[in-house]
């Protein structure tokens, strides 16, 4: 009767610790779904088209990534200060939206390998040109700065730059539009956006281009989920392997065809 019982206690708690290291891909499977966590409004990685769709670099990753697990593409737009609260509470499976790796976000989460490395840049009044060409030269007190709340570039301006007026902004758009109307002398951000708006804005905004960050961005799971990360990682090596990659790059970072969608 002991015997029986031990057993069964053994049993029981192994099928409990069989249930709480269940793999997210098992859950996935199970709902016929890939919840994808980001925030619309990084462009070219996630945005909204002029229809309201969903498109982007992300977006098409995604939508690759579940055809690939035979499962639906579930996307979940979140703000980006709580877009890591929305995986950690399983409101997503992964966060897929340009995030860079940092040691205080991986604290929090498990990060797969780097799908792609980008770094911040300047986008400077005209007012500027020629009295400022590099990012250090806006550590003056005279000088505002804008940056986005909660990113990379919020958190290297206020450590690099802390003679300069640093003001946040929600909305990537909003805090170059401060600059485009003379309210601000510089924005810092991730070069690819910059990119784009100077390319919107044309001499209404100066864009120093050399990125003065290295900044790998990855996809972001729960911790503890090794299966997840291995499929990732081996997701990942088959598309840069096979050319998939190559051809969501060239379209999201090389070509401009995209922007039509958004005007």
Same mark, same amino acid.
């Given at each position: 009767?002991?015997?029986?019982?031990?057993?069964?206690?053994?049993?029981?708690? /192994?099928?409990? /610790?069989?249930?709480?290291?269940?793999?997210?891909?098992?859950?996935? &499977?199970?709902?016929?779904?890939?919840?994808?966590? +980001?925030?619309?409004?990084?462009?070219?990685?996630?945005?909204?088209?002029?229809?309201?769709?969903?498109?982007?670099?992300?977006?098409? &990753?995604?939508?690759?990534?579940?055809?690939?697990?035979?499962?639906?593409?579930?996307? %979940?737009?979140?703000?980006?200060?709580?877009?890591? #609260?929305?995986?950690?509470?399983?409101?997503?499976?992964?966060?897929?939206?340009?995030?860079?790796?940092?040691? !205080?976000?991986?604290?929090?989460?498990? +990060?797969?390998?780097?799908?792609?490395? %980008?770094?911040?840049?300047?986008?400077?009044?005209?007012?500027?040109?020629?009295? %400022?060409?590099?990012?250090?030269?806006?550590?003056?007190? !005279?000088?505002?700065?804008?940056?986005?709340?909660?990113?990379?570039?919020?958190?290297?301006?206020?450590?690099? &730059?802390?003679?300069?007026?640093?003001?946040?902004?929600?909305?990537?758009?909003?805090?170059?539009?401060?600059?485009?109307?003379?309210?601000?002398?510089?924005?810092?951000?991730?070069? #690819?956006?910059?990119?784009?708006?100077?390319?919107?804005?044309?001499?209404? /905004? %100066?864009?120093?281009?050399?990125?003065?960050?290295?900044? #790998?961005?990855?996809?972001?799971?729960?911790?503890?989920?090794?299966?997840?990360?291995?499929?990732?990682?081996?997701?990942?090596?088959?598309?840069?392997?096979?050319?998939?990659?190559?051809?969501?790059?060239?379209?999201?970072?090389?070509?401009?065809?995209?922007?039509?969608?958004?005007?």
């Amino acid at each position: 009767m002991k015997v029986t019982n031990w057993l069964a206690a053994a049993a029981l708690s /192994l099928a409990s /610790l069989s249930a709480q290291a269940a793999s997210t891909l098992d859950n996935i &499977l199970a709902n016929n779904s890939l919840r994808v966590c +980001f925030e619309a409004g990084y462009m070219p990685f996630e945005m909204k088209n002029k229809a309201g769709d969903d498109i982007g670099f992300d977006i098409d &990753l995604a939508k690759m990534m579940a055809k690939a697990m035979g499962v639906k593409f579930t996307p %979940v737009n979140t703000a980006w200060d709580g877009i890591i #609260p929305a995986l950690l509470t399983d409101k997503c499976d992964i966060l897929m939206s340009g995030m860079t790796i940092t040691p !205080e976000r991986n604290l929090q989460v498990n +990060f797969a390998d780097p799908y792609v490395v %980008v770094g911040q840049s300047v986008l400077l009044a005209p007012a500027l040109q020629g009295q %400022v060409s590099r990012f250090q030269e806006l550590n003056q007190p !005279e000088h505002i700065v804008i940056t986005k709340l909660g990113t990379t570039g919020d958190i290297v301006a206020k450590r690099m &730059l802390d003679k300069a007026q640093i003001r946040v902004f929600e909305s990537e758009a909003d805090g170059v539009m401060e600059v485009i109307n003379g309210r601000a002398q510089a924005f810092i951000y991730d070069l #690819p956006l910059n990119a784009f708006y100077k390319a919107l804005h044309g001499d209404k /905004l %100066v864009h120093l281009d050399q990125p003065f960050t290295y900044e #790998p961005l990855g996809w972001a799971v729960r911790k503890g989920d090794p299966d997840f990360l291995n499929f990732l990682n081996n997701f990942l090596r088959q598309i840069k392997g096979d050319g998939s990659y190559d051809r969501l790059y060239q379209k999201w970072f090389i070509e401009d065809e995209w922007v039509k969608a958004l005007q």
